[in-house]
């Protein structure tokens, strides 16, 4: 059983600092990697996808995964209000599966 | 480019009683994977679509099935609707490699009475 595990929340950040988001997944067969957002009554949005291990960036977000911890992470540098929303994490085997997503980590960027 | 177009957006429908979900993905994507979204489980996998195939399956029961037509859009039926597929049903495309990313439609919501 291919599983992801995200603190629930929620996490509550100052705006203007670094908001860090954790995820650990169970198997070894996963090979992409990919953060979604999801605001309240709407759709889960891209937010950064990461297939090889070290860190991606991609403008206030950056990426990181660890394949040999399991462990993939979301940082996301100067927060600001709209950043509050669900954070999805998800991953993808070799291609007999589909995207496993865990719980989301619920993010409240105070003003 | 327009986005994932889902219809209808909301339905509400009686125990018993089966519901077809429709998805046209992005103009090009020719995967269509299919997911239940609840407060309970989270969001989980249906099954994926790719040039008309079923590619991959989640651990659904039998009611849940689909299918996809030569155009890439894609159906999804549940027969004999139970309390408990209440839920928004979201479908995602994307170009058609397993490993490429997917891009989610804004949701059908069902409520089973």
């Known amino acids: 059983q291919k599983e992801v595990e995200q603190n629930s929340g929620p996490l509550s950040v100052p705006e203007g600092a670094i908001a860090s988001l954790n995820c650990t997944y169970s198997?070894?067969?996963?090979?992409?990697f990919f953060w979604y957002r999801q605001y309240s009554g709407k759709s889960p949005e891209l937010i950064m996808s990461i297939y090889s291990n070290g860190d991606k960036e991609d403008g206030r977000f950056t990426a990181q995964l660890n394949k040999a911890s399991q462990y993939v992470s979301l940082l996301i540098r100067d927060s600001q209000p709209s950043d509050s929303a669900t954070y999805l994490c998800a991953r993808r085997g070799g291609g007999a599966d589909g995207l496993t997503f865990g719980k989301g980590t619920h993010l409240i960027i105070q003003p | 480019k327009a986005g994932v177009t889902q219809t209808p957006r909301y339905l509400i429908k009686t125990r018993g009683q089966q519901v077809t979900l429709s998805c046209s993905p992005i103009?090009?994507?020719?995967?269509v994977s299919w997911y239940q979204q609840t407060p309970g489980q989270g969001l989980q996998f249906l099954f994926e679509?790719?040039?008309?195939?079923?590619?991959n399956k989640g651990n659904f029961p039998g009611r849940f099935s689909g299918r996809q037509f030569s155009n890439s859009r894609s159906e999804m039926n549940v027969s004999t609707l139970e309390l408990g597929d209440s839920a928004l049903y979201l479908c995602?495309?994307?170009?058609?490699?397993?490993?490429?990313?997917?891009?989610f439609g804004p949701g059908t919501r069902l409520l089973v009475l």
């Open positions: 198997d070894r067969v996963s090979q992409s």
């Open positions: 995602a495309s994307s170009l058609g490699s397993v490993q490429e990313t997917q891009y």
């Open positions: 679509y790719f040039s008309e195939t079923q590619r």
């Open positions: 103009s090009g994507h020719r995967s």
